[in-house]
Structure formats: structure tokens, C-alpha cells
């Protein structure tokens, strides 16, 4: 039996974090063996917000490096950059003549926009259901690895490919479904005492995985915690159940145990917690920082991985916009 089509689409804004790490990347390396995988960096998408090109292109080039470092593997998966695909431009072009703007514009996403970036509400904002249906279905994928606020854009993107299969009488487009591989994930949470590991939550929430070994010791000595337990096995505040979340991940067993002990017995001094929290966390990053290190370096390879990268996907987009065109009218004389 041939095996499942999956595709994904990458942000394509810069370093990746450990909340990253164990959260889409280690599932998609595990994916990347059992389906047909497509995962791409979305620098289509990120002209929404404008870039500078310079930028642009230093980000797109962290991500594929960052990814690969990580253990995506080129030669089982397929991994490439978005504007890379322009049967991607063409397919959304095709789909957008059916794509009515009344609906597009009942998005959630887009109305979060417009409310909060009134002053650039471009029409790339309002279409942008439009192109990740194009994404997904440039390829006829039946799986998409996304978390619940991407729901609705699958949504679209069924709307979209059902309505050009009735259109022209012909089942071109599969439906895709969201899917949620690997669910028992640790959510990896910040280091400010709050929420999950996040960009945007604010300097030195995160770990990057290109952080220095200084920059690790100086973000986790200064993580959130209290002045300690003031009775035998009480209960963790959010704060230092984040630290002993984030050492479940980095550190040893035994580790984990000696702290979890000193907790519960009151002795913990939360200083010696984050020192080794933070050399474990060395530790854990080291081999990952390397490799993002010398591939970096290296734009021969990186070059040669993204040009691969287009080529497979162009082998499947072409074949689809092709029966497309046809499908359409759009024949040779
Ligand atoms: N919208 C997705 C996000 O914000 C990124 C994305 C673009 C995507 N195209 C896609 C994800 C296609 C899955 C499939 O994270």
C-alpha cells in the first residue's frame, strides 16, 4: 500500500525553541518515516507583515537550517521552500476564483488581524486560507499536522477543494483532516512562571536551540520561582512545576528525583536547581547547536538540499496542476 500523503507549513520567523523541539519538529521526525511527507517553509505566507528582504531571506535560511540540524531528513521526507513551488501561486489563483469573500472574511484569524493591524489589512490577509488550501492540496494530502487554532483553515481548505471537485465533476482533491500524531506530548512551558515556551511571550521566556551556553545559564538563573515550600509535599506553584517540567525533559532520572526529594522535604534551594537545570540543558542543546553551527557554514549543502527539496515537490505539484488546468478547460490546441 503506498503511504499517506502529509503536508505541513513551517512560520518562517527565525530560531527555533525547545517548546519547538519537543513539540512539531520531534513528531515530524518521527513522521517523516511512516508517511509521504511534505513540509515546507511558508516565506509565501510571510509577506503578509512585509519583510525586509535581507531578513527574509537570513529567517527562511535559519528555519531549513534549524530543521535539518534537528534531524529532518531530506532523503525521507521532502523538505523545501514555499516560493520555491509556484504551482503553489498557480493552484491558489485557480481556487481563489470560487473562494467568496463574504466567507473569507467571517475567518477568525482575519479578524483578529483587522482588529489588531487596522492599518494593514491587505488582501494576502484576507486570502490567506486560500493559499494554505493550495499548499495542502498542491499536493492531494489527506493529513495536516496542525493544532487546533489551524482548524479552521482546514476548514477552508475542504470548502475549497470539495467545491472545485463538484465544480468539475471529478474527485482531484482528497479531503484533509487535521491530525494529531503523537498526542502525549509534554507541553514545554516558559521561564517566566506562566504560559507554555513562546517567541512572543516576551525576552528570555524561551531557550533557543542556537543559544550559547552563557545565554542558557544567564535565561534559567533568572527563570520565575518563590522563596520555596513552607510545608512537606506541597503541592507545586505553576512556576515550579515549570522547572521541574523543563528538567523532566533535559535531565536524568535520578536527577529529577534528587530535586523532586528535596522539594517535598523542604531542603530545596531553587539556585541549585536552575545551575543544573541550566548544565543539563547544555548538555541536551550542545550536539543540536553544533550541527546548526557547521550547516550554516555550509551553503553549498544548504543550497543543494533546497534545490532537491523543489524538485520532489515539483514532481507531485506539477502532475496536480496539470489534471487542474484540464479539468478546467485550460487544453493544449
Ligand atoms: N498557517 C500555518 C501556521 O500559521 C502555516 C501553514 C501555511 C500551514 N500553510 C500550511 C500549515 C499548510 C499546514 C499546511 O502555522
Redesign the pocket.
Known sequence: MSKETV?????STGNLHLGNYFGAIKNFIKMQHEYNCYFFI?DY?SLTTHPNPADLHATVKQVLVEYLACGIDPDACTIYIQSDLPETAELFLLLGMNAYVGELERSTTFKEKVRKHPDNVNAGLLT?PV??AA??LIHRASK?P?GK??EQ?LEFTRTFGNRFNRMYKHDLFPEAVAFNYGTSLVKIPGLDGGGKMGKSEGEGNAVFLSDSPEVIRKKVMRAVSDSGPTIENQPKPEAIQNLFTLMEVVSSKETLLHFEDLYNTMKIRYGDMKKQLAEDMILFTAPLREKILALSADDKYIHKVASQGAEKARESASKTISEARKLIGFRSF
Open positions: 503536508v505541513s507549513g513551517i512560520r511558508a505566507h490567506y493559499l494554505m499548499d495542502i495536516v496542525v487554532d489551524q483553515h
